[in-house]
């Protein structure tokens, strides 16, 4: 795929176009440490002067009838200049695929500036999430606590596993009224080849005898755990308190005060899934900025003639 030259400033306009095999590597470079899927397909835009060089890229993959997509832009280069031809590419190469919505992936702040660059596009917020932090330290020690003066209370039956064990399906059920994740994405980060996935020993199953009712699912980034998914479907109050208590349990038993770990942090919908606030701030938890997501429904919207490249 080679499109028209970008405009710009620059002593040359940037060309769109995907990466020969032999580009790929340079192309992914301007990601960092950013990681998505292993299948996605890599369109970069490159600076032919002084010297040939990728400025900007973006890696986009299909899920059914949502596409996902994720920019990348050099330090310097204007995000609109670098990156405004890459979304409009990328949309029209979701759209030939049948791709109903483009969703990008990262959650974005208010103060960042994709979300204007996005907006200029026809990108719209469709849900916010909101995060939550407790430093490890007090979350250790106000789990271990708990645990050890309600353990007695915990019923015999119940156990957690790590989710090594366990298929994903076991608790796709559990996650789908939270909204949290979407079961592709899910699956797809329960593998254990998956770069930056789930850590498949911190992540955990609660069960009672055979039957899953609560999940926990969390990445590792440098010195901070990310609670994903953290669920109990249980109607009594009082049990579900002892759920939430199992499911932190397991990983505080397996990670040390004294370890790398400085923090975790907790996300939960705008309005859905209040379980996960409530147990912040029950361990003391500030409450982050809350991060938006943004999505574009295909073939509804007409950008201007000096917008997108020409994809023939």
Do not use: K
Not at 15 to 39: D, M, N, Q
Not at 41 to 53: D, K, M, T
Not at 135 to 148: G, K, Q
Request: hydrophobic residues 40%; aromatic residues 8%; proline residues 8%.
């Amino acid at each position: 795929m080679t499109t028209a030259p970008m405009p710009g400033a620059g002593n040359a306009p940037p060309t769109v176009r995907e990466p020969a095999a032999s580009e790929i590597e340079r192309v992914l470079h301007l990601f960092g440490r950013t990681r998505f899927r292993r299948e996605a397909r890599l369109l970069g835009a490159i600076r032919a002067r002084p010297f040939e060089r990728f400025v900007a890229a973006a890696a986009w993959w299909q899920e059914g009838r949502m596409g996902r997509f994720q920019l990348a832009c050099q330090p310097g280069v204007a995000l609109e200049q670098g990156t405004g031809p890459l979304i409009e590419a990328v949309a029209e190469a979701a759209r030939v695929a049948g791709v109903e919505t483009l969703q990008y992936t990262d959650l974005l702040l208010d103060q960042s500036a994709w979300p204007e660059v996005l907006r200029r596009h026809g990108f719209e917020r469709v849900r916010s999430e909101r995060f939550f932090e407790v430093a490890y330290r007090d979350a250790w020690a106000r789990v271990t606590r708990l645990h050890e003066r309600h353990q007695t209370e915990i019923p015999s039956g119940w156990r957690t596993d790590p989710i090594r064990l366990h298929s994903p399906e076991a608790i796709l059920g559990l996650l789908a009224p939270h909204r949290l994740m979407p079961p592709a994405e899910v699956c797809h980060c329960w593998r254990a080849d998956t770069a930056g996935g789930f850590d498949r020993e911190l992540s955990c199953i609660l069960l009672d005898q055979q039957r899953p009712f609560g999940v926990f699912l969390v990445r590792r980034s440098d010195d901070v755990i990310h609670v994903n998914v953290q669920v109990v479907e249980e109607p009594n109050a009082r049990l579900r308190s002892l759920a939430d208590l199992c499911l932190l349990y397991h990983g505080v038993q397996r990670v040390p005060p004294e370890s790398w770990l400085r923090s975790l942090q907790f996300r939960s919908g705008e309005a859905e899934h209040r379980q996960t606030a409530n147990l912040a701030r029950r361990m003391g938890g500030r409450e982050l900025p809350p991060r938006h997501v943004f999505a574009r429904r295909l073939n509804s919207f007409c950008p201007t003639p000096t917008g997108p490249p020409d994809l023939r």
